[in-house]
């Protein structure tokens, strides 16, 4: 049963499936865990991002090639929510166009740029991507009449969702059970239900060709698979589910801007989260997401209070400066890259011998 | 005798020049004409284009061949133009006198020392950069591109520590202020007359010494064959890195250029260009240096037309140019020919 | 017996997966021509890339004029001497047949005897001096191959398979100036499939099968021992003869 839900691949060792146990654990229990709006908000953020960084995964780590253009597609879909529910209204059935008019939108996106560059070289893939990223992300801007410009969309979401909505009077557990926390489970268990088909697709037939053209592109083009066209099913694959994801990031906030779903940062954020997790483990988005979220949560504050104490030391406050936090992800993300590419998870499993 | 012939048939066929892509270039700009208008306006756009052009093709032509040569590509390179543009600004601010002065040759000279400081900044930055950040992850590519592009992520921040987050302006100097007149209705701005010289001169350079030396003759013959390069006795590590320096330099030249064509400077400012760079050689076909020459000029002819026609399509004329290229070419315009 | 100018001791070589080359034992003589024959997938090409530095031995040893050159890189062992003509000739395409043969000329410029001298072997790159490289046919595009490899003296050349592709009357051409080269005193290791070719240049022999050398010896020998032929060499050479 749990084998055929994980699609046969299991963590492989213990300390990973502690970990990942503890993270689905907390998140599943997370309304009642915690009280105040903060700590619910660390866990929704953490489930997008599960879902957001495995999609990712399945186009760097499973299939070997670097997409700029993924946060392209998260704003899709939270622009695809965010648009019909502010334009038509706040209903399930502006929910239900706008995911689906996203998603096909980021799936025929994805395989016209991967059409386009994927048939040359594997390389074009990364620059073409940040090309149509850079210029989707100024004309998200500029068309301010469809999209609200720089401010972004504000929206009513569907009435039981709203955080005066109360399932009942009672409590479960000390928790009101309101529109907040039926939001928050919506989010929870779609992510849950995208990572297990990402695991899906990974541990498929058509998941393995993708590793087989990873390792070595012109051999599995001799064995007959047609590399481009696989690679564009990848990339179409991981667009849509990314869309998915910008999809619930629009209901939790309620809100979609340029800063929340396009701006490079969580480009780079989204990278980080893969590599430092792992490539090509799927549970390395788990485990990437989770603690990169929970760090710019927690530790920009530890940062803040740091850059303040060395505000005496000329450069040093600027170093230590909490607007700085980039600069430090940065250096650990190419630290990560050189010393530490199969990430957490590779250290993990290599802690119990198995791989 | 049929042997014969169809060797010379063969000798001629390759050794022409292809035209195609630059008459494509000219018609771009003929046919921009009735769309426009006016003659005047035309004749603005285009010396507008020109200049912009030129300038990408500065900071274009070293990361064409940094990939034509080894296989690298640098996303890195953006950000050499920004620090080529703040390191200008190091000079800029104690002469502040020399800029405002209304005499020509402290102008010239302001700038001059503005592009030979930040050229040397920025080559040497080139060279530590070629070392911490690429060699380690030479010959993968995926680990490549990650790498660069965080390294472009650091340098940028550190930029940001180091001059702050706020847009920086800056003044051209004097001379180089305002129009020349040509006739009655035609003005063009001076300054977009010198960054297409500059442009000029670096082009022509760059030929020369491709064409005419032997550095030049090593270069162009490994970014053919890299391999056979190093069986002929010559080692191409210490080309590559020559290459890349002067790459990184002349990505330091564009900044300054750059810099000095907005009039302000922002840190983000190398990336914005490095997404315009990557149109441009896959446009041109990368490795290249004629391909990323037409593909500089192709990219700023109709970013300035579209501008000016409909400022909407503008934002993607860009992304429609390269998709229609790709779709004529999948190369490119000028594909390099791997032996 | 004198050391020979190159000799390979129990080279292996992996590409990727792959072993190529099981423990080359090879000696080539100074002066005249070695000619290395096998079938195809034998080893001979990958061997010349080894001695080149192109492909790393992983076990074995390589020693050129006196020296341990196996772990050297590829533009040093070029540098002590040797002058490599791939299989697929490699020449530079955008460059004109004068700047393939200038980069060749490792120490500047192209000594006119010289280029005379070659340009009597293959007139037609003197024809096609200043053309493009790309723009010739593919037997001259060997010859420049070969001219490069000429263009200044060194101790050893490597040739890979020249006559591959090319017409009967080209083949004569060819022959023909290696035999002026081997008048001229260089030492040449030469890829062969062509027996008839190989003969009439060969003074000593190496054959390989499977990445492997199963015998070295005399070319005269070998080529008056029709046995011999036979069993190294397999049938389908016999129509060559």
């Known amino acids: 049963m749990l084998g055929r839900i994980l699609s046969g691949d299991f963590p492989r060792a213990w300390p990973l499936m502690v970990v990942l146990l503890i993270i689905l654990l907390t998140l599943a229990l997370a309304p009642f865990l915690f009280s105040g709006a903060q700590p619910l908000n660390v866990a929704a953020k953490i489930c997008v991002f599960i879902l957001l960084v495995a999609s990712y995964d399945l186009l760097l780590g499973y299939t070997g090639i670097v997409s700029f253009a993924h946060t392209m597609f998260f704003g899709i879909g939270g622009y695809g929510a965010a648009i019909a529910l502010a334009r038509i209204g706040p209903d399930w059935g502006s929910v239900a166009i ?104 990974v541990n498929s037939p058509f998941g393995r060709v993708l590793q087989a053209i990873r390792e070595n592109d012109f051999r599995a083009e001799a064995l007959g698979y047609p ?78 209070g740091l850059g303040e104490a060395a505000s005496g030391v000329p450069f040093a406050s600027a170093l230590l400066s909490a607007d700085r936090w980039l600069l430090w992800l940065g250096i650990l993300f190419i630290l990560s890259v050189y010393f530490f590419p199969a990430g957490i998870v590779g250290k993990l499993r290599a802690l119990t011998g198995k791989r | 005798m049929t042997d014969r012939t169809a060797e010379k048939e063969e000798v001629r066929a390759g050794a022409a020049i292809d035209w195609t892509p630059i008459l494509l270039t000219v018609a771009v700009a003929l046919a921009a004409i009735p769309l426009v208008g006016s003659f005047s306006t035309w004749v603005t756009l285009t010396v507008a284009a020109l200049a912009m052009g030129m300038m990408i093709f500065i900071m274009a032509s070293g990361l064409t061949l940094v990939f034509g040569l080894m296989d690298v590509i640098n996303f890195g390179h953006g950000v050499f133009i920004s620090v080529g543009a703040y390191m200008g600004l190091l000079v800029l601010w104690p002469l502040a006198g020399w800029v405002d ?38 010959g993968q590519h995926l680990k490549q591109i990650l790498v660069t592009m965080g390294g472009l992520i650091v340098v940028e921040q550190l930029l940001y520590a180091f001059f702050g987050g706020n847009p920086i302006t800056i003044a051209l100097p004097q001379s180089f202020r305002g129009g020349l007149a040509f006739g009655p209705d035609i003005v063009v701005e001076r ?27 090593l270069v162009r013959a490994g970014v053919e064959n890299a391999e056979m390069v190093e069986a002929l006795g010559y080692n191409i590590r210490r080309l590559f890195i020559g290459v890349f320096v002067a790459g990184s330099a002349l990505a330091g030249l564009g900044g300054v250029m750059w810099g000095f064509y907005q009039q302000t400077l922002t840190v983000g400012m190398g990336l914005q260009v490095l997404v315009l760079i990557f149109i441009v050689v896959i446009i041109g076909g990368l490795g290249s240096i004629g391909g990323c020459l037409i593909g500089s000029l192709l990219v700023a002819l109709i970013a300035n037309y579209t501008a000016f026609i409909e400022p909407k399509i503008a934002l993607v004329s860009n992304i429609g140019l390269m998709l229609a290229v790709l779709l004529w070419r999948p190369q490119g315009l000028y594909p390099v020919t791997k032996s | 017996m004198p050391e020979p100018l190159l000799s390979l001791d129990g080279v292996h070589t992996h590409i990727g997966r792959y072993h190529i080359l099981q423990g080359v034992d090879l000696a080539v003589p100074r002066g005249g021509f070695t000619v290395l024959l096998g079938r195809n997938g034998a080893g001979k090409t990958t061997t010349l890339r080894t001695i080149m530095g192109m492909w790393k031995a992983s076990k074995g040893s390589i020693r050129f004029a006196g020296n341990d050159v196996t772990a050297r890189p590829t533009p040093q062992i070029a540098s002590a001497g040797i002058a490599y003509v791939p299989e697929n000739m490699s020449i530079f395409a955008g460059l004109t047949v004068r700047e393939n043969l200038v980069l060749a000329a490792r120490s500047g410029e192209i000594d006119p005897k010289r280029l005379e001298w070659i ?95 199963v015998h070295q010896g005399l070319m005269a020998e070998l080529a008056a021992d029709h046995a011999l032929q036979h069993r190294l060499l397999g049938l389908h050479l016999d129509k060559h003869q």
């Not at chain 1, 740029?113 to 893939?125: D, E, N, T, Y």
């Not at chain 1, 995208?194 to 899906?200: A, C, S």
């Not at chain 1, 954020?269 to 799927?282: K, P, Q, S």
């Not at chain 3, 027996?195 to 060969?202: C, E, I, N, V, W």
């Open chain 3, 119 to 213: 340009f009597s072997l293959f007139p037609a790159l003197q024809r096609f001096f200043g053309l493009a490289a790309g723009a010739l046919s593919g037997g001259q595009k060997q010859m420049l191959s070969i001219a490069r490899a000429l263009i200044e003296p060194r101790e050893l050349i490597l040739v890979d398979e020249p006559t591959k592709g090319l017409a009967p009357a080209i083949v004569s051409n060819m022959i023909r100036a290696f035999r002026e080269v081997k008048n001229a005193g260089a030492t040449v290791l030469l890829v062969e499939q062509n027996f008839m070719a190989a003969r009439m240049l060969g003074d000593t022999v190496a054959v390989m099968d499977d990445g492997r050398i």
């Open chain 2, 191 to 217: 300054y977009r007359l010198i960054a297409v010289a500059v442009g000029v001169v670096v082009f022509l350079g760059m030929l020369l010494v491709l064409n005419r030396t032997r550095i030049g003759l």
């Open chain 1, 98 to 201: 706008g995911t689906l008019a996203a998603m096909i939108v980021a799936g025929v996106l994805a395989l016209v740029i991967g059409l386009f560059s994927l048939r040359v070289r594997a390389i074009f893939f990364a620059m073409i991507t940040l090309a149509v990223a850079t210029a989707f992300a100024v004309l998200a801007s500029q068309l301010s009449g469809i999209t609200g410009g720089e401010d972004g969309l504000s929206y009513r979401v569907p009435e039981i969702l709203r955080p005066s909505f109360r399932l009942s009077e009672g409590t479960v557990l000390g928790t009101a059970i309101n529109g907040r926390v039926i939001t928050y489970y919506i989010v929870f268990f779609a992510a849950l239900a995208g990572f297990l088909v990402l695991l899906r697709i």
């Open chain 1, 227 to 304: 590399v481009v066209v696989y690679r564009s099913i990848a990339s179409v694959a991981s667009a849509v589910m990314a869309a998915l994801a910008g999809v619930l990031l629009a209901l939790w906030l309620r809100y979609t801007g340029p800063d929340t779903t396009l701006s490079f940062a969580i480009m780079i954020d989204v990278l980080l989260m893969v590599v430092i997790g792992g490539m090509g483990t799927m549970y390395g988005a788990v485990i990437g997401a989770s603690l990169m979220i929970l760090a710019e949560n927690y530790l920009q504050a530890l940062m803040k």
């Open chain 2, 101 to 138: 002065s209304s005499s020509v040759f402290l102008n010239v000279a302001v700038l001059l020392l503005c592009i030979a400081f930040a050229m040397a900044a920025t080559g040497l930055f080139g060279l530590a950069f070629e070392r911490v950040i690429v060699r380690p992850v030479y």
